[in-house]
């Protein structure tokens, strides 16, 4: 079946770098994708999202990159910080308007080094 | 602090038994869903309620049920617990039946230890 999955299951970087968190997305009717944030023992917080008229998107020290051709999606954190620590996923909604469409990748467990 | 409440934050059964989760969602938050987290599957839609009623299925087991009360809150109710049900449970909100827009809200969660 179609699926949301993440290129590396962790990801190691220096704080103050920038990281990429990768993820690649099987259903081309999907057409809003969600970058959350698990930190442990906490729920998924929002990060950002972008719809597929998009091809990216800026918060604060996020930017999330689509590329709809590759199907693949990823989120940049910029000057890494030591609460950047957990585990990130992405989702994407199947091209369905209520969140009960939403697939969930595995995650990417990023680890800020001192 | 996202504004979703859940209880309890852990629980530990024995197999066999059923347990009752609650939710509280963000206030004005109409709709409610339930996912379940296990290391090995991710996070799995259960189930979605919207002002009361059934809006939505995911791979939710007949062991399982939910419902919406009129207060909005919500409770997932898990019976005939197996060693396999042991997984985080978290209940999301949104202020409609659909994204639109709005991104849904995760609680902490409710970790069930099933021993």
């Known amino acids: 079946g179609e699926s949301v999955g993440l290129h590396l299951p962790t990801l190691s970087v220096q704080e103050g770098d920038n990281s990429i968190i990768n993820c690649a997305y099987s259903n081309s009717a999907s057409d809003y994708f969600i970058w959350y944030k698990q930190e442990s023992g906490k729920g998924p917080q929002f990060i950002i999202d972008i719809r597929s008229n998009m091809d990216k998107r800026q918060g604060q020290r996020v930017t999330v990159l689509l590329n709809k051709t590759v199907k693949h999606l990823s989120l940049q954190i910029a000057a890494t910080q030591p609460g950047d620590s957990a585990v990130y996923f992405c989702?994407?909604?199947?091209?369905?308007?209520?969140?009960?469409?939403?697939?969930f990748g595995k995650g990417t467990h990023l680890i800020i080094q001192p | 602090d996202s504004g979703v409440t859940q209880t309890p934050k852990h629980l530990i059964t024995a197999t066999g038994q059923r347990v009752t989760l609650r939710c509280s969602p963000r206030?004005?938050?109409?709709?409610v869903y339930w996912y379940q987290q296990s290391l090995d599957q991710g996070l799995q839609f259960l189930i979605q309620?919207?002002?009361?009623?059934?809006?939505a299925k995911g791979n939710i087991l007949e062991r399982f049920s939910a419902q919406q009360f009129p207060d909005l809150h919500s409770e997932l109710n898990l019976s005939s617990l197996e060693l396999g049900d042991s997984a985080l449970y978290f209940c999301a909100s949104t202020p409609q039946s659909g994204l639109s827009g709005n991104t849904i809200y995760f609680g902490e969660g409710s970790w069930l230890t099933v021993v």
């Open positions: 309620y919207y002002n009361g009623e059934e809006r």
């Open positions: 206030s004005g938050d109409l709709s």
């Open positions: 989702a994407e909604n199947g091209g369905r308007i209520g969140a009960d469409g939403l697939t």
